[in-house]
């Protein structure tokens, strides 16, 4: 099984601070992705990246940045953290050509 | 307005018996579609996916697809109390499959 792992599986903040977000994949993937999920809710993609140095904006970008510095390393940059951006953040990773996604066990982040 | 629909929202079936999940995309410019199964606190993983008309069977699990409609519906037969989740709707285009619009999901509990 492929295997992505995300740090922290927790995490408490403060309005208006920076958090970041990291995701570590060792399947040697091209393609990773950062989803949140609602409670009840399915997930919506943030940002994705084709490999290293490149990132694109998803289908809910705004208040998020992201940097892919190598392969196996994604993160997801909230520069100024909202109460709204409260949530579980998913980072997933693929190998192109249809591809199936594996995710990481998720990231619980409350913005106080 | 979501562009993938999933019905029911929940669904309480007993065990042994047949569970049946539907779901529609709005958005016609889709060509696969995905079920990924969440459990409780844990993240998604995928179930099965499906990209031409007719039907696909992986063992309990059975998959239809009419791409004219952008209709999709997964059929559990004998379920069993470790199904009870939440299943996952998704879609996405011919390209850059990974980039996953996914429904709301339905909650299956399948009572002993």
């Known amino acids: 099984e492929a295997a992505v792992t995300q740090s922290p599986r927790n995490k408490v903040a403060v309005t208006g601070g920076k958090v970041t977000l990291s995701c570590n994949q060792t399947?040697?993937?091209?393609?990773m992705y950062w989803y949140r999920q609602d409670t009840g809710h399915g997930l919506r993609l943030i940002h994705y990246?084709?490999?290293?140095?490149?990132?694109e904006k998803g289908d809910i970008p705004d208040g998020y940045k992201a940097s892919r510095p190598s392969q196996e390393n994604f993160s997801l940059i909230l520069e100024l953290a909202t109460p709204s951006q409260t949530s579980v953040y998913f980072c997933?990773?693929?190998?192109?050509?249809?591809?199936?996604?594996?995710f990481g066990h998720g990231t619980k982040l409350s913005v106080l | 307005q979501q562009k993938v629909q999933q019905s029911p929202e929940s669904l309480i079936v007993p065990e042994g018996g047949m569970a049946s999940l539907n779901c529609t995309s709005s958005?016609?410019?889709?060509?696969y579609f995905w079920w990924y199964r969440q459990h409780s606190g844990k993240s998604p993983k995928m179930l099965m996916s499906i990209f031409s008309n007719g039907e696909k069977e992986e063992g309990r699990f059975t998959v239809h697809l009419n791409k004219a409609s952008l209709h999709t519906s997964l059929h559990i037969r004998d379920s069993q109390p470790s199904d009870s989740a939440l299943y996952l709707c998704?879609?996405?285009?011919?390209?850059?499959?990974?980039?996953?619009?996914f429904g709301d999901g339905t909650v299956l509990t399948v009572k002993p």
């Open positions: 990246s084709y490999g290293a140095g490149s990132t």
């Open positions: 399947n040697n993937h091209n393609n």
């Open positions: 958005d016609r410019n889709v060509d």
């Open positions: 997933a990773s693929g190998d192109g050509d249809n591809e199936r996604l594996f």
């Open positions: 998704a879609a996405s285009g011919y390209t850059n499959t990974g980039k996953l619009t």
